[in-house]
């Protein structure tokens, strides 16, 4: 069985192909917000993050004609902001360190994530996270990726997406402790 998308913004998209300026800004209107928030919390850096949307728009008004409809058009600009993203930081040399799970041991309990605590403090905690742990925790958690998708965008092995995610936890638990947000019984 083949899967079908629904795009509501499929004759924008249609309208964009023609060239059609007023459909573009429409795009970017729907659009730029959640991708600038996309870019920026992998970088982690305004700036970036800015450069990155723009680049990213640019990339997907030249190359529309490839949109071919496989997916949402949102989720196909979703996955061009995160690969220009992720290339941003490899141009920073971010090295995500292939680990072979040595004794890291997964921790089933996400109770750290369900706990209620300040958005803010939270935020600001992932973002005070070093980039390779940010970006994992943020394609895992926030973006919705499996680690075997993480592991292909990376260009790392699943294990080790799954060990930098185990450590971007307990690297978040301690700040969260550290800046008395999470109490550290829980």
Same mark, same amino acid.
């Given at each position: ?22 459909a ?60 220009? +993203?992720?290339?941003?930081?490899? /141009?920073? !040399?971010?090295?995500f360190?292939? %680990?072979d799970?040595?004794?890291?041991? =997964? ?55 799954? +060990?930098q995610?185990?450590?971007? /936890?307990? !690297?978040?638990?301690?700040?969260? %402790? ?5 109490? =550290?019984?829980?």
């Amino acid at each position: 069985m083949e899967t079908t998308y629904i795009d509501k913004h499929i004759a924008l998209v249609d309208q964009c192909r023609k060239g059609d300026r007023k459909a573009q800004f429409e795009i970017y209107k729907l659009y730029s917000k959640a991708m600038y928030n996309v870019a920026y919390r992998i970088v982690n850096f305004e700036e970036e993050a800015e450069d990155i949307l723009q680049e990213s728009f640019l990339d997907v008004f030249t190359r529309i004609d490839s949109f071919r409809g496989e997916t949402t058009f949102g989720l196909w600009l979703k996955q061009i902001v995160i690969n220009k +993203s992720i290339n941003q930081l490899r /141009k920073r !040399k971010v090295d995500f360190v292939n %680990i072979d799970e040595m004794d890291i041991v =997964e921790d089933e309990d996400d109770g750290l994530f369900g706990l209620e605590l300040k958005a803010e403090e939270i935020r600001q905690a992932i973002m005070s996270l070093p980039d390779k742990h940010r970006v994992i925790l943020s394609l895992y958690l926030l973006e919705g990726y499996d680690h075997s998708e993480i592991a292909h965008v990376l260009k790392i092995s699943e294990g080790t997406s799954r +060990s930098q995610f185990m450590r971007a /936890k307990l !690297k978040l638990n301690d700040f969260l %402790i550290k800046g008395g947000v999470k109490d =550290e019984r829980y």
